[in-house]
Nanobody, 125 residues
Framework: QVQLVESGGGLVQAGGSLSLSCAAS????????MGWFRQAPGKEREFVAG????????YYADYVKGRFTISRDNAKNAGFLRMNSLKPEDTAVYYC??????????????????WGQGTQVTVSS
């Protein structure tokens, strides 16, 4: 059974930082690229960042580029998202997911089959 547990969310002031973690189990973590997505109230889930299986390639949405950093530790079956210079518009529930469709686009949520419960990030102005 695949399980994904996100943690590290919270309330932070604009300009602040947070580090999210994703613990994966029930799958060969190193065999999958990984992505972070977010969903704000009343909005569709959107891509935030992606990372290749070995971690050598990373991908970012334009609205987080230069502020967020994705990484992973395959030995620990864990993924991370470091978020700096946070803005109120970054407020959302953040999810990590393995990219189970190897040919799918990092940016497309349909390439990801399993999702965790997410972790809430709230940025106050």
């Amino acid at each position: 059974q695949v399980q994904l547990v996100e943690s590290g969310g919270g309330l932070v002031q604009a300009g602040g930082s947070l580090s999210l973690s994703c613990a994966a189990s029930g799958l060969s973590f190193s065999s999958y690229a990984m992505g972070w997505f977010r969903q704000a109230p009343g909005k569709e889930r959107e891509f935030v960042a992606g990372i290749s299986r070995g971690g050598s390639n990373t991908y970012y949405a334009d609205y987080v580029k230069g502020r967020f950093t994705i990484s992973r530790d395959n030995a620990k079956n864990a993924g991370f998202l470091r978020m700096n210079s946070l803005k109120p518009e970054d407020t959302a529930v953040y999810y990590c997911a393995p990219k189970t469709q190897w040919s799918g686009s990092y940016y497309d949520g349909r390439a990801y089959e399993y999702w965790g419960q997410g972790t809430q990030v709230t940025v106050s102005s």
